[in-house]
């Protein structure tokens, strides 16, 4: 099913403790936060690390858009997402 880049926050958690990325061997920066977000059109949530690390501004209910890498940088998976950014609708 195809789907926009759009979706929203269900729930989220903020972690202090950081980990090696497989795809890169850096560590992540910490805080980072994650989101289970509702793609709109799919019938599934994706997990996936959001922009914003500020728990006071996450919410569930609030939309996001997936920040894509550089189309040249693309490897047709999970990681062509950077993160997902807060938007206002």
């Known amino acids: 099913v195809a789907v ?3 979706g929203t926050v269900l729930t989220f ?9 497989p795809t890169t061997g850096e560590m992540l920066k910490v805080p980072f936060s994650v989101g289970i977000v509702l793609m709109d059109g ?3 949530t994706l997990q996936h690390q959001l922009e914003e ?8 209910g609030m939309r996001v858009e997936a920040i894509f890498k550089p189309a040249a ?3 047709g998976n999970i990681f062509d ?3 997902f950014k807060t938007i206002n609708e």
């Open 4 to 6: 926009g880049p759009k």
């Open 13 to 21: 958690y903020i972690s202090e403790q950081s980990f090696l990325i």
């Open 42 to 44: 799919a019938p599934v």
């Open 53 to 60: 690390t500020d728990p006071a501004k996450i919410k569930p």
């Open 73 to 75: 940088e693309r490897k």
């Open 81 to 83: 997402i950077i993160h």
